[in-house]
């Protein structure tokens, strides 16, 4: 795995930076689990403004089209409730982009200002 990241700390409330590197995790995890012995994934950290942007990519085969709609329809919540779900109880997002035989990306955008649990916000 290859990382870029800035030269100085991302700072986020705790409950967040936790929130995100659990979506981190889950991502990573399914690139071991569907991406192949051979891929390789990059972690993009970025700092902006208002917000922090993380980026999992892999080079694995992609996703088939209709495939996370199906898991979703079997049951299977990995990536609606371990990446999507973090995200958005934070005010943040992921999005998921895959093409088959070209890989996948995973984009986590959460706010600075992150809601927590109690809906209240941390800094």
């Known amino acids: 795995m290859s ?3 800035p030269g100085a700390p991302v ?3 705790p409950a967040a930076a936790r929130e995100v590197a659990a979506a981190v995790g889950a991502a990573l995890d399914n690139v071991r689990a569907h991406a192949g012995e051979q891929a390789r994934a990059w972690l993009l950290v970025e700092d902006e403004p208002d ?3 993380v980026t999992v990519r892999d080079d694995g085969p992609g996703i088939p089209e209709g495939r996370l ?3 979703e329809g079997e049951g299977r919540l990995g990536v609606a409730l371990s990446i999507r779900g973090r995200l958005r109880d ?3 997002s992921a999005e998921l982009i895959s093409v088959p035989g070209q890989g996948t990306e995973v ?3 959460v706010p600075k200002q992150a809601k927590d649990g ?3 916000a941390e800094r």
């Open 51 to 53: 917000e922090v942007i």
């Open 11 to 13: 700072l986020l409330a």
């Open 3 to 5: 990382l870029a990241e």
């Open 118 to 120: 109690r809906g209240k």
């Open 107 to 109: 984009e986590l955008k």
């Open 90 to 92: 934070l005010g943040g």
């Open 69 to 71: 709609a199906q898991a």
